[in-house]
């Protein structure tokens, strides 16, 4: 048991949930330390495990995580050469990693009933965004795909979705919260540049993750997304992809800063993630977290923290100057002819 860890669990009308993404022998050794175990069962919380193996120790760990009420999300992703996210180029890779899963879970007699998509930019797409910003975002915007390919895309992940509910499963999506925006210009733009898709799953999860922009742009997410969110996503806190942990290692959330992101976005839902579990660890605060969220999260709605009135409605902004630009798709294509 962790030291000094209270009996509160947290109020029925919230779940939290924890992102892990580690290959098997890091995720046992993470859940080594008993209090790690011990913690998530007493905050009640879920866990959304990237399948990045199907290994038998796995499966032993979700049985044990099951014995303790831990429930656990198949998150599923795919091999690197695939573009590791599911895109717009990949969606029949993405039904056979769910087969995949599906045939594993059945095999080993597991409990888990949720699948969860992970809906993002190609790797290597990503990767260049990362590093060269504005030029690799012209680039992907001039070799964008057609609208008949991301068309087909949203259709096919349509179809995966259904055929995964057919097999006994809830579907959640992981989504770049710039797809809000995008519906509300009725466009394409940016799922034919990024390769994103955007398709109705049971829950979708808002990445609001503050660590992804620089300060002032980020401590506005919530407030900017929170209203159109099912669920939010706070981080990062550490872990993830190595070029991602890399390029934000100066902006990784510390304690107050996560409490305070997870404050804020329960004024707008009751589920809530964050990523990740093994940063948590790793800095050293899941046990403080363990300690001061159930108190924090009962608090009167009127008590919860906001953020500053100007970052937020700079955000806004910005949104509102994106939906404009995005509605201009059919002047760039006709631009892109001549």
């Not at 046992?28 to 120790?57: H, I, K, T, Y």
């Not at 992940?157 to 499963?169: C, K, P």
């Not at 799953?201 to 900017?224: F, H, K, N, Q, T």
Request: with cysteine; charged share 25%.
């Amino acid at each position: 048991m962790i030291s000094g860890l209270r009996q509160w669990m947290l109020p029925v009308h919230n779940k939290l949930t924890f992102f892990v993404e580690l290959e098997t022998p890091e995720l046992l050794a993470l859940f080594d330390d008993p209090r790690v175990e011990d913690g998530l069962a007493q905050l009640g919380a879920s866990l959304s495990m990237c399948m990045l193996d199907m290994s038998p120790e796995r499966a032993e760990l979700l049985r044990r995580l099951d014995a303790r009420g831990i429930a656990v999300t198949a998150w599923l992703v795919l091999d690197e050469a695939l573009g590791y996210w599911l895109t717009a180029d990949n969606a029949d890779a993405a039904l056979d990693r769910f087969y995949t899963f599906d045939s594993w879970n059945k095999h080993h007699t597991l409990a888990v009933r949720t699948i969860g998509l992970d809906v993002e930019t190609p790797r290597d797409d990503a990767i260049a965004l990362m590093r060269h910003g504005m030029r690799a975002l012209r680039t992907l915007l001039r070799n964008r795909r057609s609208r008949s390919h991301v068309h087909r895309a949203v259709e096919r992940y349509a179809q995966i979705v259904d055929e995964i509910r057919r097999s006994g499963y809830v579907v959640e999506s992981y989504q770049i919260p710039l797809i809000v925006d995008e519906r509300a210009a009725r466009s394409s733009l940016l799922q034919r540049a990024l390769g994103f898709v955007d398709f109705l799953p049971d829950r979708e999860v808002l990445m609001l993750y503050r660590s992804m922009l620089p300060e002032l742009l980020g401590a506005g997410l919530i407030e900017a997304f929170g209203e159109e969110a099912d669920a939010i996503a706070v981080g990062i806190t550490g872990g993830g992809v190595e070029f991602v942990r890399d390029r934000i290692a100066d902006r990784l959330l510390d304690l107050d800063t996560l409490l305070d992101e997870l404050e804020r976005a329960c004024r707008y839902t009751n589920e809530l993630y964050i990523f990740s579990l093994e940063g948590c660890v790793q800095s050293g605060y899941f046990e403080a977290i363990c300690q001061r969220l159930p108190e924090m999260l009962q608090r009167p709605p009127s008590a919860r923290a906001v953020s500053d009135v100007g970052v937020a409605q700079l955000a806004q902004l910005l949104r509102a100057g994106l939906r404009l630009a995005l509605r201009g798709e059919a002047l760039l294509d006709w631009l892109s002819k001549r």
